[in-house]
């Protein structure tokens, strides 16, 4: 099982270094014409504590745990970003604040079947045995399980957080109009659930300090080339602030 988890990280960081290539050279600078793209979003609006949420994705044992499966593929990245310790102090803050702090897993039955695709990056899951629903690896880090009062989605089974789960229920439920994005992958779960926000009408933010993919690379091509199309990336303290 080790092996194959192992093989699963491997494949993961395989996968997104293939994704490389086809970005542009100046990825470290982003151009002017795409750093502009902020102005697609509009001014911040004037919205309530109680109708903001801040969604935390995957804070879960394999990717974030020393000891988790997926570890040995973003654990660079998360030193250098310093994604737990931020996440952490974004959602007490923010719980302090009254903002609805929801929590995203992703878990899947042991033997897979409810997976929606198998090739891909679910196809290292999956060769890797990860975020099986009955097994430690899929259970949230110690730093961000879950507090009384604030809701976990049900029903991840992919990359965006809501086919298959009941996370436009939930925001419907609670009157939410704002939403704030934070965890794992930057270039993955973080930014297909944004673009499903923007499409939804939501206000949209997205946290990077709180985020980590597999390599600086892909964490800064996301954050400069697509958060700023489809949201209003700010740092954990300027969310809050603006709460």
Request: with cysteine.
């Amino acid at each position: 099982m080790l092996a194959k988890a192992s093989m699963a990280a491997s494949l993961l960081l395989a996968q997104t270094f293939s994704v490389r290539a086809f970005l542009p050279k100046a990825v470290g600078t982003a151009p002017r014409a795409l750093a502009s793209a902020k102005l697609f979003m509009s001014t911040a609006t004037e919205v309530k504590p109680e109708e903001t949420a801040l969604l935390c994705i995957e804070f879960q044992n394999d990717f974030a745990h020393p000891d988790g499966k997926l570890y040995s593929a973003v654990k660079d990245e998360m030193a250098r970003v310093n994604t737990v310790a931020n996440a952490q102090k974004l959602v007490e803050d923010a719980r302090a604040k009254g903002v609805k702090i929801m929590h995203a897993p992703i878990k899947f039955q042991d033997d897979y079947g409810d997976m929606p695709n198998t090739f891909g990056i679910l196809a290292g899951i999956k060769d890797g045995g990860i975020f099986k629903a009955s097994e430690w690896g899929s259970e949230f880090i110690e730093e961000m399980t879950p507090e009384i009062g604030d809701i976990v989605v049900e029903g991840k089974k992919g990359l965006d957080t809501y086919p298959g789960s009941n996370l436009q229920e939930l925001l419907t439920q609670n009157g939410i109009k704002r939403i704030a994005i934070c965890g794992f992958l930057t270039n993955c779960c973080v930014e297909s659930t944004m673009r499903s926000s923007y499409e939804a009408g939501l206000e949209v933010v997205t946290i990077p300090e709180a985020c980590c993919a597999t390599s600086q690379e892909e964490h800064e091509a996301a954050e400069k080339y697509t958060f700023n199309m489809f949201s209003k990336p700010m740092t954990g303290e300027s969310f809050v602030n603006s709460v």
